[in-house]
Nanobody, 125 residues
Framework: QVQLVESGGGLVQPGGSLRLSCAAS????????MGWFRQAPGKERAFVTF????????LYADSVKGRFTISRDNAKNTVYLQMNSLKPEDTAVYYC??????????????????WGQGTQVTVSS
């Protein structure tokens, strides 16, 4: 089993920045990739970004490309999501996810094995 704990959400004005963290514990050796998803009220859980644990390859949804950056600290077993130039439409609960698979189905939330509890991000003036 893998446990994921997110932190760093909050309220920010449009154009502002936030950094989310996701700390992994437990059977970390089983993780080959991680991702961030988000879910706004009344909408399905949507892919935000992906990172390969072994080589650091990153992939992004078009809606966040150029504004969000995913990174990892292998020594701390932690993944970060740096969010810049935030927009009101970025408002959602953000979830960290991990899985044993590498690249196949990286944007499909059903292909992830473990999930964090979620952290609220609200972008509003």
């Amino acid at each position: 089993q893998v446990q994921l704990v997110e932190s760093g959400g909050g309220l920010v004005q449009p154009g502002g920045s936030l950094r989310l963290s996701c700390a992994a514990s437990g059977s970390i050796f089983s993780i080959n990739s991680m991702g961030w998803f988000r879910q706004a009220p009344g909408k399905e859980r949507a892919f935000v970004t992906f990172i390969s644990w072994s080589d650091g390859t990153t992939l992004y949804a078009d809606s966040v490309k150029g504004r969000f950056t995913i990174s990892r600290d292998n020594a701390k077993n932690t993944v970060y999501l740096q969010m810049n130039s935030l927009k009101p439409e970025d408002t959602a609960v953000y979830y960290c996810a991990a899985r044993a698979a590498r690249f196949a189905g990286y944007s499909d939330h059903r292909r992830y094995d473990y999930w964090g509890q979620g952290t609220q991000v609200t972008v509003s003036s």
